[in-house]
């Protein structure tokens, strides 16, 4: 079975984030740009990722779709580059923790935000991230400190700090000063600044 990946994206996309990531690994890889509308709702496209959504990711043969699971398979097929606690480390439950944070009550409740979805204070407990300010303030809470997964850079950082640096960006998550810092920390690591020039050549110049 061949190692290569293959990575499916638009450059206006969560993709972006995945990018990161595969910068980060350092592993050689194929880049195949999905235009929005037709050919990423289309039956070619479909049949690699049945949502027609971009990012996807093919590696050994294998897809992986969803942004935090290609962002977790990749530290994991590439151990070497670090970009997780191993197994047996204490640090592994704040990796998954995290990581899982951004996909579920992170991104939840910015959209929920974004989209004028306001939970009534007493039915907070039936959606799993409680409150828009209880994501946050946790958040806060766990940036204290420099990195999310013990003392050292990884994929939960790729993850949720490409989050948080696109809402604040657009405004969709408020300003503190500890977001502020955190974001412009990862923004300055080679990797991010290389996948951002590599995204960023790829965007139409009317765009």
Wanted: net charge negative.
């Amino acid at each position: 079975m061949s190692d290569e990946i293959v990575f499916y994206t638009n450059p206006m996309s969560r993709g972006r984030i995945a990018r990161w990531m595969l910068e980060e690994v350092g592993r050689p890889y194929r880049t195949e740009v999905i235009q929005y509308g037709p050919q990423m709702k289309g039956e070619e496209y479909r049949r690699i990722n049945p949502m027609g959504k971009v990012p996807s990711l093919i590696h050994g043969g294998v897809v992986v779709t969803e942004v935090a699971a290609i962002c977790a398979h990749l530290a994991d097929a590439f151990p070497d580059a670090g970009l997780a606690p191993a197994p047996g480390d204490p640090a592994r439950g704040a990796f998954y923790r995290w990581l899982f944070f951004g996909a579920g009550p992170l991104e939840a409740a910015v959209t929920n935000r974004s989209l004028g979805v306001e939970v009534p204070e007493d039915r907070r407990g039936m959606v799993g991230y409680g409150s828009y300010e209880d994501v946050l303030d946790t958040l806060e809470q766990a940036l204290a400190r420099d990195f999310l997964a013990g003392d050292r850079f990884s994929a939960a950082d790729v993850y949720l700090g490409s989050q948080l640096q696109w809402g604040l960006r657009f405004g969709t998550i408020e300003t503190r000063p500890v977001f502020e810092r955190y974001a412009e920390r990862l923004s300055a690591r080679p990797a991010a600044i290389r996948a951002k020039e590599l995204d960023d050549a790829l965007i139409p110049p009317q765009a």
